[in-house]
């Protein structure tokens, strides 16, 4: 007369079934949602104080190696330019000059080369000084210094000037790429510790708990790296083409000198056919 309604030993009932499959479903679902907002763009977006991986120290940290980033992209731009124009036209500056048969016409073919080139600077120093030392021939400067040393030191000056020029930047490479992943990875202890004292007050230790803030501390190390990287590599790629320059600059300032003190370019041991050797003072450059 009565109906037996108790469940068979090793079933479970239809709604316990549901419920116990929809829960495991539901955390796992949560999980894997809190997980996937971690991220850069959810460090950047979720700038807050009490943040612990993007507070005020975080912040800063961002905006300096963004600053490094934009440095760095800016003279790795200008000394990619600055090199490549210099590099395709030294050349034919200097055959050009030295093909030139009459050294004022030479002189004024320098005058008129843009006033970023270094060659033809160069030249007009040694060309204003070889001129003053002859206005000056008789003075007590002539006494002092003959013609190869005034010419020597006016020529050690133009290049020392325009050497410095083409450092430029340099410093502010190789300053990026030597504290841009220290600054990143400031970020990144920071981030962590501030995540695992939040963990340690809540008393959950669960992989996603922990994770999550951990890995997301982590992007500032990425970033600084990121930053760095570039300006290492363009730092030595410019130092070795800068080294190419500057030996050009050496070789173009002793034919010079020679020349100027001479009279003729001395060449492979033998003097080239001889030229006006005391030409007029170059006029006034901006």
Same mark, same amino acid.
């Given at each position: 007369m009565f109906q037996d309604t108790?469940?068979? &030993?090793?079933?479970?009932?239809?709604?316990?079934? &549901?419920a116990a499959v929809a829960a495991p479903t539901l955390g796992t679902n949560s999980n894997a949602a809190?997980?996937?907002?971690?991220?850069?763009? #959810?460090?950047? =977006?979720?700038?807050?104080?009490?943040?612990?991986?993007?507070?005020?120290?975080? !912040?800063i940290v961002f905006v300096t190696l963004c600053l490094f980033s934009i440095m760095s992209i800016y003279w790795i731009v200008l000394n990619l330019i600055r090199n490549t124009a210099i590099r395709s036209r030294m050349n034919s500056i200097m055959r050009?000059?030295?093909?030139?048969?009459?050294? =004022?016409?030479?002189?004024?073919?320098?005058?008129?080369?843009p006033a970023s080139e270094p060659f033809s600077k160069i030249a007009l120093d040694c060309?204003?000084?070889? !001129?003053? #030392? =002859? /206005? #000056?021939?008789?003075?007590r400067l002539v006494e002092a210094l003959n013609r190869s040393e005034f010419i020597d030191r !006016?020529? /050690? =000056?133009?290049?020392? /000037?325009?050497? +410095?020029?083409?450092? +430029? +930047?340099?410093?502010?490479? &190789?300053?990026?790429?030597?504290? +841009?992943?220290?600054?990143g990875l400031l970020g990144t202890v920071w981030g962590i510790y501030h995540a695992l004292i939040r963990i340690s007050a809540s008393g959950d230790a669960s992989m996603s708990a922990v994770a999550g803030p951990v890995g997301e501390a982590l992007i500032m190390t990425a970033f600084g790296l990121f930053v760095a990287i570039p300006a290492v590599l363009a730092y030595n790629f410019f130092v070795r083409s800068n080294r190419v320059i500057l030996a050009r600059f050496d070789e173009f300032a002793h034919d010079l000198h020679d020349f100027f003190a001479t009279g003729s370019r001395v060449e492979a041991g033998a003097p080239a056919p001889a030229r006006t050797a005391a030409p007029a003072a170059p006029a006034a450059r901006k």
């Amino acid at each position: 007369m009565f109906q037996d309604t108790s469940t068979p &030993a090793g079933s479970v009932p239809p709604a316990a079934d &549901a419920a116990a499959v929809a829960a495991p479903t539901l955390g796992t679902n949560s999980n894997a949602a809190a997980l996937k907002e971690m991220g850069f763009s #959810h460090l950047i =977006q979720n700038y807050n104080p009490a943040n612990p991986n993007f507070d005020l120290v975080g !912040a800063i940290v961002f905006v300096t190696l963004c600053l490094f980033s934009i440095m760095s992209i800016y003279w790795i731009v200008l000394n990619l330019i600055r090199n490549t124009a210099i590099r395709s036209r030294m050349n034919s500056i200097m055959r050009t000059f030295w093909e030139t048969p009459s050294a =004022q016409e030479a002189i004024r073919f320098m005058e008129e080369q843009p006033a970023s080139e270094p060659f033809s600077k160069i030249a007009l120093d040694c060309a204003s000084a070889a !001129a003053h #030392h =002859q /206005r #000056h021939e008789g003075s007590r400067l002539v006494e002092a210094l003959n013609r190869s040393e005034f010419i020597d030191r !006016a020529l /050690r =000056q133009a290049v020392a /000037r325009e050497s +410095g020029r083409l450092e +430029g +930047g340099l410093t502010v490479l &190789a300053t990026v790429g030597s504290t +841009g992943p220290f600054v990143g990875l400031l970020g990144t202890v920071w981030g962590i510790y501030h995540a695992l004292i939040r963990i340690s007050a809540s008393g959950d230790a669960s992989m996603s708990a922990v994770a999550g803030p951990v890995g997301e501390a982590l992007i500032m190390t990425a970033f600084g790296l990121f930053v760095a990287i570039p300006a290492v590599l363009a730092y030595n790629f410019f130092v070795r083409s800068n080294r190419v320059i500057l030996a050009r600059f050496d070789e173009f300032a002793h034919d010079l000198h020679d020349f100027f003190a001479t009279g003729s370019r001395v060449e492979a041991g033998a003097p080239a056919p001889a030229r006006t050797a005391a030409p007029a003072a170059p006029a006034a450059r901006k």
